[in-house]
């Protein structure tokens, strides 16, 4: 029983050179085309619904209902359609990822103190300059939160692509008959790894876009901040009292977002 | 009656309490002693960190004391299992701490229902205290999240007195309240405080409503020490040293004045006349007016001494009353008005409206020079506290 | 081990046009985009019990998982020093991939449902032990000293003001766990012959793309979650009344 388990590390070793390394290059690739195509689409959006703080609703409740769209069912759907191939992936992990980046970036941004921006504009500062120069700066730290889990989710959804016309880990993960226990074993152990230095990465990135000032406080408990938040049903304050427990309340919700991996 | 002692009021003592947190060496609380007799209300008053709060929650052991003893109805809360002992102690905090889960009804019956009482009985005593505290009885099935600030402040109230404890803790329990609504919080307290007759000790740091609420007052300073525990009235008339006085104002005289109304004063006498009477120049007494009055002694004008011979009164030879005031009002609210009617004797009414005398600022001058009555509360209590 | 990697190979694409069941329409046979005559014949015999199964396999693990959350979040509530280690762990088995932890556990448990039930409570856990703690921490201080100050034992206070409050809080979980795992269920099915991730897999992707199974699997599989999520929003509308009215402020 355990032997899979070695096999599994040796599977990995043997075969980096001739299979692992090619499906993991085509893993990162895929996942990383759709994260930037959901940051293309989330961050601009959300930061832009939060300056004007309008359009919660949207904003807010995309996740909610991203959240019940499995992709595997995406995929399923989408397959008679768009046929086999990236494209079809592509959308489906767009499906996953844009609307925790959209809402992590709408909250970001409308979170950011009220009073702080009334003394931007009352020093001067043009409605462009408050978003780029107070209010973006303010929201990157939360902003990247959600790109973090969007990415470990795409990194790890990504492998459905294997069983959806081919290409990434899934290739093996999702051919026994080639690949033997030892290889799934020895993807997934590839995965794993994958998905925790996403986590890692995008946790640093974090921390450096964090102001200076603020790092203490955000990043006083990095294992909280790595893990989860209590989810809350968005647009009922539950139990929050204050402002920023609301917005700490949906951050968390946003980053349990959709977990359809 | 849940309570053991069986009263609608204990006494309350401490003596000799310590608080000394762990890991600190000043006390919170410093050798504390002094006695509230019951049905009266003591507030504690001080500057933050003077331990006032911390001194009554010793009392339902939501902190245990570190020495001495505190005795409510001459029985040490030593031994007592700390929420069997708060069931019977009344606490009201400054943001309430309603249940939001709970309708209000079921709010206020918190403690009976911690008590066993049967349903119908905690319904009947949900909807009496309603009505006690001033709310309407629909008000029972509204949520705290549905009430205003003042209403949840009647609604904590009303949970706390919901057992009928001999004594009440209030913590301050008006802090959050606009000064508005306070005020009349504080005249609807001191109303129902009237009808209740609990002993109650009342936490502030505003030194005025500890004034007004407060049948005695024990003013604390940092570190936990009691440095003058009396009426309101002889700690404004005799502070005990620099730190009580610096603390009660510069205003203390004025202070003082509003805590006597006009009714505790020997007004002068009004002479009063009839329309169509007739005054001669003997009429005038004590100064130079004479208050023209109906059939019910109610001022419809007033004459100064002009008349030179006998003659009869006519409205047409008066005119209209000066300032007046109800005798309810305090000898500050008088002098205030004085000031405003560039000092004359001001004419006093009575509930009903009728004339009742002149205030002077004679009177008012009499009445700070006044020795308080009730001063050295303690020994008025009848205690001896070095047994 | 053989029989799992046997039971694996079974998995492998089949030839298509195999299909071994009967009535076989023109729009089956030439894969049609939407064939509801597939649905008509196939609703009693493997759609309707896939769908079955699909809740049957996530309520289990929502049950298991929420049974240990909350009883890990009681716990914790009261000694704190175990939440950071309840914590990682949870997070830990959150970040494996399922898919992975399905194979993972495959050498050890087997190809079953069992298998399934263990990766999906651990992916539970997280989630609801989380909300569930964040709930009962989250009775404001005011409260908790009021329910001290009336004469409440720290069980009583737990029970009747600490744990009611915390109710939308851990329905707000539930909910993020239920179509999680709905989802998850899914996935499971490319492993498992259960579920409707099974429809999609053996009915539509290993019978050369056939385009109904794979709709028909997706749409239930997305109005299941939708089902479940509003089923739990109302639901707790229902037990907290007190929280619609503070919402309607």
């Known amino acids: 029983m355990s032997n899979d388990f070695v096999a599994g590390f040796h599977f990995v070793f043997d075969r980096w050179g001739d299979v692992l ?123 990247f939160a959600g790109i973090r889990t969007a990415a470990v989710f795409v990194v790890a959804t990504a492998t459905l692509k294997g069983f959806f016309g081919g290409g990434g880990l899934g290739d093996v993960i999702s051919n026994p008959a080639s690949f ?29 876009v964090t102001p200076v000032g603020l790092r203490r406080r955000r990043l006083s408990s990095p294992l909280r901040r790595g893990g989860v938040r209590p989810a809350t049903e968005v647009g009922d304050d539950a139990l929050a009292t204050s402002q920023l427990e609301q917005a700490q309340l949906k951050q968390a919700q946003l980053e349990q977002g959709s977990i359809t991996r | 009656m849940p309570v053991d002692t069986g009263k609608t009021a204990a006494p309350l003592e401490f003596r000799n309490v310590t608080k000394r947190y762990e890991g600190t060496d000043a006390a919170a609380i410093k050798d504390l002693s002094f006695v509230v007799p019951a049905g009266e209300v003591c507030v504690l008053v001080g500057p933050s960190g003077c331990g006032k709060t911390t001194a ?17 109805d001459g029985k040490s809360i030593s031994g007592r299992s700390p929420a069997d002992l708060r ?36 319904a009947s005593r949900s909807a009496e205290l309603l009505e006690l505290v001033g709310l309407p009885a629909e008000m029972g099935k509204r ?75 024990a003013i604390l300073r940092e570190g936990g020490e009691l440095v003058q525990y009396d009426t309101p009235d002889a700690i404004l008339a005799n502070p005990a040293d620099e730190f009580v006085a610096r603390f009660v104002g510069a205003d203390r005289g004025l202070k003082r004045l509003a805590l006597t109304n006009l009714e505790q004063v020997d007004l002068d006498e009004v002479t009063c006349v009839r329309e169509g009477e007739t005054i001669s120049p003997g009429t ?44 309810t009002a305090s000898l500050r609210d008088a002098l205030s008005l004085m000031m405003t009617e560039s000092i004359r004797p001001l004419l006093v009414l009575d509930g009903e409206g009728r004339v009742a005398g002149w205030v002077s600022i004679d009177q008012i001058n009499k009445a700070v020079r006044q020795v308080p009555n009730e001063s050295a509360a303690i020994d008025a209590a009848g205690i001896d506290l070095d047994k | 081990m053989i029989v799992a990697v046997a039971a694996l190979a079974a998995k492998a694409p089949v030839i ?66 175990l939440v950071p280690p309840v914590t990682f762990l949870s997070s830990l088995l959150y970040t494996v991939p399922s898919l992975a932890a399905f194979y993972i556990l495959v050498p050890i448990t087997g190809i079953n449902d069992f298998t399934v039930e263990i990766a999906l409570v651990s992916y539970t856990l997280l989630i609801l032990f989380t909300n569930t703690l964040a709930g009962l921490t989250g009775a404001s201080g005011d409260v908790r000293d009021a329910a001290r100050g ?40 490319l492993i498992v012959p259960d579920g409707l991730g099974a429809v999609i897999y053996t009915e539509g992707l290993k019978k050369n793309n056939f385009n109904t199974a794979l709709i028909v699997g997706g749409v239930l599989c997305i109005v299941l979650a939708l089902a479940a999520d509003a089923l739990l929003a109302g639901l707790q509308r229902l037990i907290t009344p007190w929280a619609a009215a503070r919402r309607s402020r």
Not at chain 1, 187 to 208: D, R
Not at chain 2, 288 to 308: A, C, H, L
Not at chain 3, 156 to 182: D, K
């Open chain 2, 56 to 72: 009554m929650r010793l009392v339902n052991r939501m902190i245990d004391m570190t020495g001495g003893e505190i005795l409510i």
């Open chain 2, 87 to 122: 069931r019977e102690i009344g606490y009201v905090i400054q943001h309430v701490g309603l249940f939001p889960h709970l309708n209000v009804a079921n709010n206020i019956g918190t403690v009976p229902r911690l008590l066993g009482w049967d349903r119908k009985r905690i």
């Open chain 3, 16 to 81: 298509p046009g195999s299909d071994a069941y009967g009535k076989t329409s023109k729009c089956v046979k030439d894969n049609g985009t939407f064939c509801w005559d597939w649905v008509r014949d196939r609703w009693s015999g493997t759609v309707g019990p896939a769908l079955v199964q699909h809740i049957q396999l996530a309520v289990v693990a929502v049950v298991i998982g929420f049974a240990i959350s909350f009883v890990l979040a009681l716990l914790a509530y009261r000694a704190r020093w």
């Open chain 1, 180 to 208: 033997k226990i030892s290889g799934i074993i020895g993807a997934s152990y590839v995965l794993i790894v994958m998905s925790v230095l996403a986590q890692l990465l995008f946790l640093g990135i974090e921390y450096l």
């Open chain 3, 150 to 189: 009336l004469g409440m034992t720290p069980t009583q206070s737990l029970w009747r003001v600490e744990l009611p409050l915390a109710v939308p809080t851990i329905v707000a979980g539930l909910r993020v766990a239920v179509v999680t795992i709905i989802s998850l269920v899914t996935v499971a099915g």
């Open chain 2, 143 to 217: 949520y705290p999240s549905q009430l205003s600030g003042g209403q949840r402040q009647r609604v904590g109230v009303a949970r706390a007195l919901a057992a009928d404890p001999p004594l009440m803790l209030m913590d301050e329990p008006f802090g959050a309240i606009d000064p508005i609504n306070r005020d009349r919080l504080q005249n609807e307290f001191l109303r129902l405080q009237r009808e209740i007759k609990k002993t109650v000790v009342f936490v502030t740091h505003d030194i005025d409503e500890g004034i007004k609420m407060g049948d005695r007052i």
């Open chain 2, 284 to 327: 005038w007494v004590d100064n130079d007016i004479v208050v023209v009055v109906d059939g019910e002694r109610k001022p419809i004008g007033e004459m100064t001494r002009d008349v030179s011979s006998d003659s009869a009164v006519t409205l047409g030879s008066a005119r209209p009353v000066g300032a007046s005031i109800p005798i």
């Open chain 1, 21 to 143: 390394q090619q499906k993991t290059l085509e893993h990162l690739a895929i996942s990383g085309e759709a994260v930037a195509i959901s940051i293309l689409i989330g961050v601009p959006l959300g930061c832009l619904l939060g300056h004007l703080h309008r359009f919660s609703f949207i904003a807010i409740n995309t996740s909610n209902l991203a959240r019940a769209l499995p992709t595997l069912a995406v995929l399923s759907i989408l397959l008679p359609y768009t046929g086999i191939g990236d494209t079809t992936a592509i959308i489906a992990l767009v499906i996953l990822a844009a609307p925790p980046i959209l809402t992590n970036s709408y909250v970001a941004v409308d979170q950011v103190d009220a009073d702080t921006i009334d003394a931007a504009k009352g020093i001067g500062l043009r409605a462009w300059q408050v978003l780029l120069r107070v209010e973006l700066p303010l929201a990157l730290p939360l902003i």
